[in-house]
């Protein structure tokens, strides 16, 4: 699974001219998810996105995470993500997971963090979306659960 974090001082997502999520202060997270993935992996990216520092601390290093500075989480499914990009000029698809199985640990990944967090928002799987972001920083990290990594690897 992967994960595509960006530090914000505000996001949104809308579906058809519409807003379906927004936040303030926090991460937007893009997620995608590959082949092979299942249950674990997604519980694993969440503590990971949860946990992971990338807000200041009073000393201005990035040593807090959005759980200590209760911001804002914006989860939006994302299947580009899982391209293979290796050869061509055309992304290939065969690494993303079957959409059905997408769908299911994107809304499991949803419904986890609304359970361990807030404010959570989340765009639409299988939406067309426009996404708005002021990336803080910027700060962007790539996280990977680590059946993801070793699969990108090989």
């Not at 249950?39 to 807090?64: K, P, T």
């Not at 609304?114 to 002021?134: D, I």
Request: with cysteine; proline share 4%; charged share 20%.
């Amino acid at each position: 699974m992967i994960a595509l974090l960006q530090r914000v001082t505000e996001g949104r997502v809308c579906v058809e001219g519409r807003v379906i999520g927004e936040i303030g202060v926090g991460l937007l997270v893009l997620i995608g998810v590959v082949r092979g993935d299942d249950s674990e992996a997604a519980q694993r990216v969440l503590e990971r996105v949860l946990n992971y520092r990338v807000f200041a601390d009073e000393a201005g290093r990035m040593n807090l995470s959005l759980r200590e500075i209760q911001g804002g989480l914006l989860l939006v499914p994302q299947f580009t993500l899982a391209a293979d990009t290796q050869r061509g000029n055309r992304p290939g698809f065969s690494l993303a997971a079957p959409p059905a199985l997408a769908a299911v640990l994107f809304n499991e990944i949803l419904q986890q963090a609304r359970s361990q967090h807030a404010p959570v928002a989340a765009g639409r799987f299988g939406a067309h979306m426009q996404v708005s972001l002021v990336n803080d920083g910027p700060v962007t990290f790539w996280l990977e659960s680590g059946r993801t990594a070793q699969a990108s690897v090989t």
